[in-house]
């Protein structure tokens, strides 16, 4: 099973960005799909992005309010994938999380339960 770890995460003011990474062993990043979470205090995990694998490439955005602001990008040659997070809101704090799927292609949903790997997740904080 893939071991998945977050880093990047901090405190960073309103409009500014941060650059998260999920570093992946214990198995190819390449047959494996990537999806980021967040879990805000007092809320549920959300499902923001997942990343397909490089053979079709491309990306489903799950959630509307980090659409145009937030991207997923991959390495898989340094088996590490990537959430670049911009124009960054208070609303925007909580723990986020990438998680492993093997499969080509994300699916449409992001039901956490469908992950078999997790990180153990990076705090994010967005205060000015």
């Known amino acids: 099973q893939l071991q998945l770890m977050e880093s990047g995460g901090g405190l960073v003011q309103p409009g500014g960005s941060l650059r998260l990474s999920c570093a992946v062993s214990?198995?190819?990043?390449?047959?494996?799909?990537i999806a980021w979470f967040r879990q805000a205090p007092g809320k549920e995990r959300e499902g923001l992005s997942c990343?397909?694998?490089?053979?079709?490439?491309?990306?489903?955005v799950y959630s509307d309010s980090v659409k145009g602001r937030f991207t997923t990008s991959r390495d898989d040659a340094k088996n590490t994938a990537y959430l670049q997070m911009d124009t960054l809101k208070p609303e925007d704090t909580g723990i986020y999380y990438c998680?492993?799927?093997?499969?080509?292609?994300?699916?449409?949903?992001?039901?956490?339960?469908?992950?078999?790997?997790w990180g153990q997740g990076t705090q994010v904080t967005v205060s000015s």
């Open positions: 990343i397909h694998s490089n053979n079709p490439g491309g990306n489903i």
């Open positions: 214990g198995g190819s990043l390449y047959f494996n799909t």
């Open positions: 998680a492993a799927r093997k499969a080509f292609y994300c699916l449409q949903s992001s039901y956490p339960n469908d992950f078999s790997s």
